[in-house]
């Protein structure tokens, strides 16, 4: 029976591509100097930890300051998916335990959800700075199920990048490739996930109300 969903946070939660796009952008110009910012690249490495991003895309890991400092500072101009509230507050009527395992730091996904009013519907928020190892490793996802004293059988992981899907098969969750706000469907496909929802509502058919033992 499942009972428990992690999430992905940016783009799956939140459509935070447009403010993400103009905080990298800030960060670049601050730190490497005038040019266009090769924010296209960035979000091929979509749900990988920024300090990895910078290493695979040979920049210099100070552009983290600014990047942070701007993501903070346009945090309450990131829209939420249509249908994500409605979504949250189904899945805990039907009894479900919810967290987000994501790329983002611990705190700044704590601070964004605090900000966009969705923090109260997550028993726990989990970043990439508070696991050994970020994803595409499954730590983040094993970290999760551990906080909620759960079994991989019993959880989904919903993500839009390679790198949620290939965390989730690692840790033996159900993985759900979420495609409403992915950068390129494509390249989320190869990493084979076990279902394809294309709105957040969809997500409801495979999660149908937990059955709790001696209740009717």
Known sequence: ?????????????????????????????????????PFAEYQRYQGLYFPEIMRRMGLPLAMEEPFVRESYRLADQVPVVPGVRELLSTLRERGFRLAVATGKAGPRARSLLTTLDLIQHFDHVIGSDEVAHAKPAPDIV?????????????AVMIGDAPADIRSARGAGVTAIAATWATVDEADLMSA?????????????????PVTVPGRR
């Open 1 to 37: 029976m499942r009972n428990v969903v992690v999430f992905d946070l940016d783009g799956v939660l939140v459509d935070s591509h447009e403010v993400m796009g103009r905080a990298f952008d800030a960060a670049y110009a601050e730190v490497v100097g005038p040019g266009p910012a």
């Open 142 to 154: 094993l970290r999760a199920l551990s906080l909620l004293d759960a079994e991989p059988d019993a």
């Open 192 to 208: 084979s996930p076990d279902l394809v929802i294309r709105s957040p509502h969809e997500l409801l058919a495979v999660c149908p």
